[in-house]
């Protein structure tokens, strides 16, 4: 390798919210990114690659592919989702199957995205399993661990006016229960920035968060940035229906003091870290209030 020649960062679930948002932060500082991906002919996986990635067919159920495709890479960011039959069980397989490839693959450094109150025995099935995937992974080779909090992302589908042109948000907790929240793409920076300086914090994790607030405010928020009126509902955990592990997790919040990012270390951590307002404004500014207004 010559002195100009550079490494390139390894991003699994580059063609989702959080890996693509990493891709971006990552290419953004000129630094070279290598993509793992299922199906390199993907619409999404062509984006990364006119976007500059380096785009690599791999599988988290192929631990052959993951280790081939990480090879002679700087350091690997990732995370895993319970989707699918299997759940949570299949989430941590296949993270603890990354991990495994990854240091048979001699990667450095991981940085592995988990989720806020993953260490806190919170009883949530979704949280718990990525808590076992990080366990996992500190025993098989160095890492850091990014625990984003609620994605402001979330809130997209609920912004759109009904038909008597309101904003309603509708959760199953109380409208008067603080809840941070962070914008993904400060996940992505977050991420970056640990990838690219493994001492830009103290310790090995971080939970990171840009805002924390009611979701009576946060309904008072969309009012005054979207100019329409805007209030907060909320609904019965039944309106969920059997899926328990969402349940558990709204019980969680509800409790109040679920989340429990320091905001200052996470604006050291990230500068310029979007707030609620700035993520909504930025909506307006950018011109996505049609794509909010049809989510």
Same mark, same amino acid.
């Given at each position: 390798m010559t002195p100009t020649q550079q490494l390139p960062i390894a991003v699994i679930g580059a063609t989702g919210q959080q890996g693509r948002s990493v891709v971006d932060a990552l290419l953004e500082s000129d630094v070279p990114v290598r993509a793992l991906v299922r199906a390199p002919e993907s619409s999404g996986a062509r984006a990364l690659s006119a976007a500059g990635a380096e785009v690599v067919k791999a599988d988290q159920e192929n631990p052959e592919s993951l280790a081939e495709a990480l090879a002679d890479v700087a350091s690997l960011f990732y995370m895993t989702t319970f989707e *699918?039959?299997? *759940?949570? =069980?299949g989430e941590v397989r296949r993270g603890r199957a990354v991990a495994d490839a990854a240091a048979r693959a001699g990667v450095p450094r991981v940085v592995y995205s988990s989720v806020g109150g993953a260490e806190r025995s919170t009883g949530i099935?979704? @949280? =718990?399993?990525? @808590? $076992?995937? $990080?366990k996992h992974l500190r025993g098989a080779l160095p890492a850091a661990i990014i625990r984003p909090v609620f994605f402001m992302e979330n809130l997209i589908p609920q912004l759109t006016p009904n038909d008597d042109g309101e904003i309603v948000i509708r959760m199953p907790m109380p409208g008067d229960v603080a809840v941070q929240m962070i914008a993904v793409r400060d996940i992505g920076r977050a991420a970056a920035r640990l990838l690219l300086e493994p001492n830009a914090i103290d310790g090995d994790s971080i939970e990171v968060a840009g805002d924390e607030l009611t979701l009576d405010r946060v309904a008072a928020q969309a009012g005054e940035i979207f100019g329409v009126p805007a209030r907060f509902e909320t609904i019965p955990l039944e309106y969920l229906g059997? =899926? $328990?592990?969402l349940k558990a997790m709204f019980r969680w919040f509800a409790r109040g003091r679920a989340y429990r990012a320091d905001l200052a270390e996470s604006r050291s951590l990230v500068a310029g870290m979007s707030d609620l307002g700035s993520w909504m404004a930025a909506q307006v500014r950018d011109g996505r209030r049609e794509s909010i207004a049809t989510a």
């Open positions: *699918g039959a299997d *759940g949570t =069980d099935p979704h @949280f =718990d399993s990525k @808590f $076992e995937v $990080e059997d =899926d $328990e592990d």
